[in-house]
C-alpha cells in the first residue's frame, strides 16, 4: 500500500505536536523527495551510513530523532552536509525528523518508550521547559537494588551503562530522560530520585550524583533514543498500512 507524502505528514503532525516546542531544529519535513510513500524507514540519527542503508533497502521516507539545520550550525551547504543532501536528493528521498516532540510524546517518546522497555511505570514528570515534559520520574511498587536496575538497563540496550554508584544499595524513585540529559541530574535530585538515568555523561555529573547521593547511569545517547522513532515509524506503518523498516546504526556514545 501507499500514502501521499503529504496526508502521511500532516497525521504525523496531529500526532507529535512540533508546534507546541521550542526546538533546536525544524521538526517535520526536512528534505522533501517523491510524493508517494511506500516504504519508510526510520533510524536514531540522520547519518551518511542510514542515508545509504535506506536507500539500499528502498525507502521513501527516512524518518529520524536527529536530522539537520540544526541552531547556530553553519547554514553553508558544503562538506558532509552537501553529501547528506545530495544522497537524500539523488534519490529522492525524504527525510523527517522530530527532536523535542519525539522525547516528550506520552506514548511513542522516547522517555515513555524507554521506561516501558525497563519494566517502569511512570508516576509524575521530572520536569517541565516551555510547559512540555521532560523526562519522567517513576516509583517502584518495591524496592529494588542499584545492580539489579544496572543489570536491567544493560539486557535491555544490549550495553553496558556507565553507572556512577552515589546513593544507597536499594532505590524506589527512579527519574529518567534520554539522550544529552545529565544536567538535569539537578530537577532529578529535586524531585527525589534515587536514581538518574540518562544517555550521555560530563564531568560534573559524577560530581552531582555523589554530593546529591544518587546513582547516575549513563546507558548511551543513541542506545537510550533507538525507541521513540522505532515507535513512530511502527505507529505509522499501521496506520497508513505501508511497509517500516527501523535500522540501527550503532554508536558507542
Ligand atoms: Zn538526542
Not at 504525523?12 to 526536512?30: H, T, V, W
Not at 553553508?76 to 523527517?96: F, M, N, P, Q, Y
Request: net charge negative; glycine share 8%; aromatic share 6%.
Amino acid at each position: 500500500m501507499a500514502i501521499e507524502l503529504k496526508k502521511m505528514l500532516a497525521e504525523i503532525n496531529k500526532a507529535l505536536r512540533p508546534e507546541l516546542f521550542s526546538d533546536y531544529c525544524p521538526n517535520g519535513l526536512q528534505v522533501e523527495g517523491k510524493a508517494v510513500v511506500k516504504h519508510l524507514v526510520s533510524g536514531v540519527t540522520a547519518s551518511q551510513r542510514l542515508l545509504d542503508a535506506a536507500i539500499e533497502q528502498g525507502a521513501d521516507v527516512i524518518i529520524v530523532h536527529h536530522g539537520y539545520f540544526w541552531r547556530g550550525e553553519d547554514a553553508a551547504i558544503t562538506g558532509l552536509k552537501r553529501r547528506r543532501l545530495k544522497t537524500l536528493l539523488d534519490a529522492d528521498v525524504s527525510l523527517l525528523a522530530y527532536h523535542l516532540p519525539l522525547d516528550a510524546h506520552s506514548e511513542l517518546g522516547n522517555n515513555i518508550q524507554l521506561a516501558q522497555l525497563l519494566g517502569l511505570t511512570p508516576t509524575g514528570e521530572l520536569m517541565r521547559q516551555n510547559n512540555q515534559v521532560m523526562g519522567l520520574v517513576c516509583d517502584l511498587s518495591e524496592q529494588i537494588s542499584a545492580q539489579t536496575l544496572k543489570q536491567r538497563i544493560a539486557l535491555a540496550l544490549n550495553r553496558q551503562p556507565l553507572h556512577i554508584e552515589g546513593g544507597e544499595s536499594l532505590v524506589s524513585r527512579v527519574a529518567l530522560c534520554t539522550g544529552a540529559a545529565q544536567q538535569y541530574i539537578e530537577q532529578a535530585a529535586a524531585a527525589g530520585a534515587d536514581v538518574y538515568i540518562s544517555g550521555e555523561i560530563s564531568e560534573q555529573t559524577v560530581h552531582s550524583a555523589l554530593e546529591h547521593g544518587l546513582h547516575y547511569f549513563a546507558a548511551g545517547h543513541h542506545a537510550t533514543e533507538r525507541y521513540g522513532v522505532k515507535a513512530l515509524g511502527d505507529w505509522a506503518a499501521q496506520r497508513f498500512n505501508i511497509q517500516h523498516t527501523f535500522i540501527d546504526i550503532d554508536n558507542p556514545a
